[in-house]
Each structure stands twice: as C-alpha cells, then as structure tokens.
C-alpha cells in the first residue's frame, strides 16, 4: 500500500519545530499587547465575494492564487488568502465600528494561495498581523511600523531594511495610472499576454509581473504622483519614522499586489532570501471599510510570514531559551500500582504540575529515560515497598540528589516546589 503524504506546498511541524513557532508567536502576541493590540480570530473560510470586493479582481491573488469552491448550498466559498479582509468584515459585522470606533487588532493563523510552491512561498503559510481601524493618523502608520520591526528583532531577524513608499489616494492612483498606462502603450507588443490586457483592467498589475522582461519595462516607465495632503502625509510620516529611530529606505519603487491599499506602504526586505525577500509589508488602506459597507474610516495594517521570519532568522535564532527541567515522572515499580500512581498523577496535574508516567509496564531503567528524555525535574518511584512505609522516593535528575517523601505530604510538597520554581 503507498505510504500517503502531506499535500504539496503543506507541511507538518513537528515537536522540535513547534518550538521555534512558539516563539515567534509568543513574541508577536506579548508585543502586539504592549503596543494595545487585542487579539481577533476569523474564520479559514469566507464568502468569495469578501476578496473579489477587497483585494480586486484583476489581482493575482483573485485570479490565480485562491482556493475557491462552491459549497452544497451553492455558495462560492474560499479559503482565506489574506487577514485584512476578513478582520475588517468581522468589524463590521460585529459592529465595532459603532461600539468602539478606533479599534488595534492583531491576528495569527493559517492563509492559503493556490501558487506553484518554492522556497518562502507554500500553499498553506501562516501569518501575524495587525489592523488599526479606524484612523487617518500617519502617527497610526508609524506606531504599526515601529511594531512590525520590533516583533522581528525580538524573533532574531537581522539585516532588515525596511522599504517606504507612498501610493497617494484613489484620485493620485487614477493619474498615474493613466500615466503609466500612456507611458507603456508603445511598448505593448513586447509585454507577456497578460501584461497586455492588464494595461486596461488595472495598469499597477504590470509593475507585479513575474515575468522579467515586462517587469523591467514597467518600472522604467513608471510615474507616481502624490497630492499635496498625500505628500504632507507621507512626510509626517517619514519625520516619525526618524525620530523613532526606525530606518528605512524610501529611494527604492514598489508596488503592493493588493488593491485596497492607498498612501503609506512599507515591506521588510531580508538579504539572503532569493526572490521572496520580504518577511513582512503592509499599509494604509483608507476606503476598505468604506467600500465593505462601512463609514469612511481610515486604517492601517501589516502581516509578516511566520515561515519566512523563521528562515530570515536563521536556524536556532528564534527558538527559545533551552527548556529548564519541571514537574514529574512518576515510576512503577511493580504493574499493579499503575492505578495508585495515576491517582498521584492526576492530583499533581490538578495542582498545575506537569506529571507524565508510564502505562505499558516497562522497567524502571526504561522508565528513567523516559524521564529524562520529557526534561522531567523529578522522578517519583512508588513501588510496593515505599507503599507499605507510606513514602515516596524523590531523585532530583538536575541536581542529583534523591530524597525520602511521606506519601501523604507528597502532592502538597512538590505542587509547593514548583509553583515556587515558576515564580
């Protein structure tokens, strides 16, 4: 029979690798907190119409990337390929836009995109991220930012750059659109079929082109222009960003493969990672919640990779501290006591001590590397003979040493031990 496998571009994290998850979303949600972030969960599934109406239907997330089916209610389902829609829908929904107005969410969980896999890209990835509904400020953008780079210096993600633009309004948008539409036009011939179509339906998609000839054609054509309230923004902005002391370069052009997006953009750039080198991006994104069936209301958000912070950062750098030694193994002696050693078990458990032991009757050497193996602090041997005197015998594995415990002060004293080693 053949062995069956994980789908391609899906993967299984074990034990060792959940670690280092762990401390990149640890990481994320202590710092989002700090920062006044409360945490949201969505849905993995929503209505297709969320993204067609958010993310645009000329993007390639739409046409290409997403998961989409009907389900047997004839509804057009998919599997969500982005956090920002659907934390705004849920806003919405749940009127927060009424009850709290300005609201600092954040997220972690799993997207998925229908895109041909390689390294940093995957067909189920999962990210963090952050919205701020409900703001114009660019004091917003820049607090979002200085959070963005913060998680990903505390999760051990070095030589980053972060890269600034300005997108400028809808109305800055349709002028240089047209612009670069007019700039393009006597070079349509030599753009990918794609590229051609999309100089009508929505010009911007050329500067995303994976194909490098129109790439290089697109950006040497390209033309941006910013409003005068676009451009005061946009310098308030960079003036917060300096005196954070947050770097950033603001030379370089890039577009954002998301149509919601107006104003402040920004993406995190690692060297090292190949084509797919930024961990984490996002911006401003003024008219979505309008344009969801919301007020106007001004907003701002950033997601970041998991995966992609975890290869940025390098084997080891973000896993966390060695895990110290806790809690208890308890061994048994003789088989017959399987069911009094679990009473003991239980009650340790039930007093917040984490306590393993064995159910299969292996020996007590066995049973010590078992112990040692699961970081056990202690191991508690209950045979008969420490039954009949009413004691237990205590090894401490890190120090050890081994001590005598009367059976009946045994919960108390070690629940005692290790409350007090956790604080």
């Not at 308030?236 to 890039?254: M, N, Q």
């Not at 060695?322 to 239980?346: D, K, N, S, T």
């Not at 008969?384 to 004691?391: C, D, I, N, Y």
Request: charged share 25%; hydrophobic share 40%; net charge neutral.
């Amino acid at each position: 029979m053949t062995m069956l496998q994980a789908l391609r571009g899906t993967t299984d994290l074990l034990p060792e690798e959940v670690a280092r998850w762990s401390a990149v979303e640890h990481a994320a949600r202590r710092l989002a907190r700090i920062y006044g972030y409360r945490e949201v969960r969505t849905p993995v599934i929503e209505e297709a119409a969320l993204f067609l109406r958010s993310v645009g239907e000329t993007t390639d997330i739409v046409q290409k990337e997403m998961f989409r089916f009907t389900d047997r209610g004839e509804h057009e389902i998919v599997l969500r390929p982005e956090g920002t829609a659907a934390v705004v829908r849920a806003y919405l929904e749940r009127n927060l836009h009424k009850t709290e107005g300005f609201a600092k969410l954040f997220y972690l969980g799993p997207m998925f995109r229908a895109e041909r896999p390689q390294a940093g890209r995957f067909r189920q990835f999962h990210q963090y991220g952050v919205e701020a509904i409900g703001s114009t400020s660019p004091w917003v953008d820049v607090e979002a930012i200085a959070l963005c780079v913060h998680i990903l210096r505390e999760c051990g993600v070095g030589d980053a750059t972060v890269w600034l633009a300005s997108m400028g309004c809808r109305k800055d948008q349709a002028r240089s659109a047209e612009e670069l539409r007019k700039r393009l036009e006597p070079h349509k011939s030599k753009l990918c079929k794609e590229c051609q179509a999309r100089l009508q339906k929505n010009v911007f998609r050329v500067l995303d082109c994976k194909n490098p000839d129109c790439h290089a054609i697109a950006w040497d054509m390209k033309a941006f222009f910013l409003c005068n309230d676009c451009t005061a923004h946009f310098q308030e902005v960079r003036r917060g960003l300096k005196e954070t002391g947050i770097a950033f370069d603001d030379t370089k052009y890039f577009a954002r493969g998301l149509d919601y997006y107006t104003r402040t953009v920004f993406e995190v750039r690692v060297k090292g990672l190949g084509a797919q080198d930024a961990v984490a991006a996002g911006g401003r994104y003024d008219q979505l919640v309008e344009e969801l069936g919301g007020p106007p209301m001004g907003a701002f958000g950033f997601a970041a990779g998991i995966e992609r912070v975890l290869m940025a950062a390098g084997t080891g750098a973000t896993s966390a501290e060695p895990p110290a030694r806790a809690g208890v193994y308890l061994a048994v002696a003789q088989p017959p006591l399987i069911g009094e050693a679990f009473r003991l078990v239980q009650r340790l458990r039930e007093c917040g001590v984490p306590a393993l032991m064995d159910y299969d009757g292996k020996s007590l050497k066995a049973q010590f590397r078992e112990a040692d193996k699961a970081l056990a602090r202690l191991v508690a041997v209950l045979g008969e003979t420490e039954l009949a005197q009413g004691s237990i015998t205590v090894k401490d594995l890190g120090a050890g040493s081994q001590r005598t415990v009367p059976l009946d002060s045994f919960i108390e004293e070690i629940s005692r031990e290790e409350q007090g080693r956790c604080h």
